[in-house]
């Protein structure tokens, strides 16, 4: 009853504004889930929701710049810069999403071993090609992890950089690179297979933070996105793309 009484709260505070347009940035490995959810949003509340996505570094510059936007939902090392971060009105700045680092290969193809360190570490070694994106958080996650196992340099030539999550599963599935490695959401695709998460070990999580710009020319819609991402709906949504909420 709490929990449908505080869903009806998030819609009507939506509804109680007049209809704006939200300019939204976000990272790109939350696409698929943010979508979905900005459509049941602007169904319930009549307000439209523009996404402009990127990686980390892109959506550092987008927030630092003179580009106008309402809400960010990014990567918490968004939010660590400090010129980002003084774009963002005080108040909540919840943590909305986070997902894990797993390997996916061709569907169809042998699944390596990844059950342990030393495994995914030769299974690393062992790659001829990987597909991933090391200007992002999640490739900033990985770079600590290669310097812990000891492989940064070989990494390095074996990696297969792409712009985009979805050009991830592109460049397995075409043959380009023997394995995907990056946030688990975006390896799930019809044409992969996901080996699995990388070990409790050396796993690290990307989080998806979000935050009010300060500038904001719509703050009180944008505050209705914020609080609906954090509702029932939303969170179902969520977990079905393959990320954890909170």
Known sequence: M?????????LASASAVQAAELQVIAGGGIAAALNEIAVLFERASGHKVVIRYGTAPELIKMAASDLRFDLGVAPQDV??????????????RPDVARVGIGVAVKSGAPKPDVSTATALKQTLLNAQSIASIPASATG????????????????????????????IADAVANGQAELAVFGLNVLIDPRLEIVGPFPAEVQREVVYVAGVAGNSKEPEAAKAFLAYLMSPPAIAVIKAKGLNPG
């Not at 939010?79 to 909540?92: C, I, K, M």
Request: proline residues 6%; charged residues 20%; positive net charge.
């Open 140 to 167: 900033t996650q990985l770079a600590g992890i290669y310097e812990r196992l000891g492989i940064t340099e070989e990494m390095k030539f074996k990696t297969k950089a792409q712009t985009a999550p979805r050009q």
């Open 79 to 92: 939010w660590t810069d400090a010129a980002a971060r003084a774009q963002l009105a005080p108040g909540p």
């Open 2 to 10: 709490t929990v449908l009484f505080g869903s009806l709260l998030v």
